[in-house]
C-alpha cells in the first residue's frame, strides 16, 4: 500500500533541522512513494558495531535502525547492509552506486553525531560530498523517491523545460550533494502538491507522482518527450 505524506511536499528541506527531523522526513517520504518504511534491528547494528570495533556515528546508527532496509531507500544504489559494513582506509562505505562506480562514507575518525559525508568517484580520491549523513539520508530518499514506479515518467530536458520547470514547481530547500554521473552538475529536486521532480545536471528529468491527476499536470505544464513509467 502506497502511503501518503503528512506534510506538503514543498516544504521538504533540510536546512535549520536536528538530524533526527532529517531522517524522519526521509522515512515520510519512502513512506509516500513505495509503502513500506523498514530498518535493521537494534541487535544486528550491535553486531556489527562489535566487528568495527566501535560505534557507528548516531545519525547513520538510526538511519539504519529506522529506514535503510526499505526497498525505497535501495531501488537503485544501495545502503550496505550492516553485516557488511567495512572500514578501508580510514573511512566506512555505508552505500554503494548500483554499478559500483561510486561509494560514500564517513570517516572513522570523526566522531560527531551526524557527520560529513565524503564520495569516492571510480578510483578517485575521497572527497567531501556536501553535508551531514541526516541531509544525505534526505538526498537519498528523494533520488530514490522519482524512481517509484506508480505514476512516474522522465524526459530529456533543455531551456524551455527547465523555465517551465521553474516558474510551475518549487526549489527545494534541501542540502545539495556531489553529483556523481557528473561532478561540474547538481541534482536538483522540485516539488509541487503530490509531486516530486529530481532535475538530473540539466540534462534529464525524473518525476515521481502520488496521484496521476498531479502527474498529468507535470506533463501539461512542462512539454518534453515523455517517457512513462
Known sequence: RVGTLSMDLTTIITSGLAS???????????????GDVCGFDDDVLDEAERRLGGPLPTALRESYRSLLASKGMNAQDRFVAPESLDVTGGYTVFRIENQGCASWSVRTNDDSEDPMVWIKIGDSEWRAAGGPVSSFVVHAALSEGVLAPRHAASAPIGAGERSALRAGFSDLDVDAF????NPTGSCQFYAAPDTLIADHAGVWLWVACLSQQALNRVTS???????FG
Do not use: H, M, N, Y
Request: glycine share 8%; hydrophobic share 60%.
Open 221 to 227: 505544464v512542462i512539454t518534453a518527450d515523455w517517457q
Open 20 to 34: 533526527e527531523q532529517r531522517i524522519k522526513l526521509a522515512g515520510s517520504a519512502v513512506g509516500a512513494f513505495w
Open 178 to 181: 556531489v553529483f556523481w554521473p
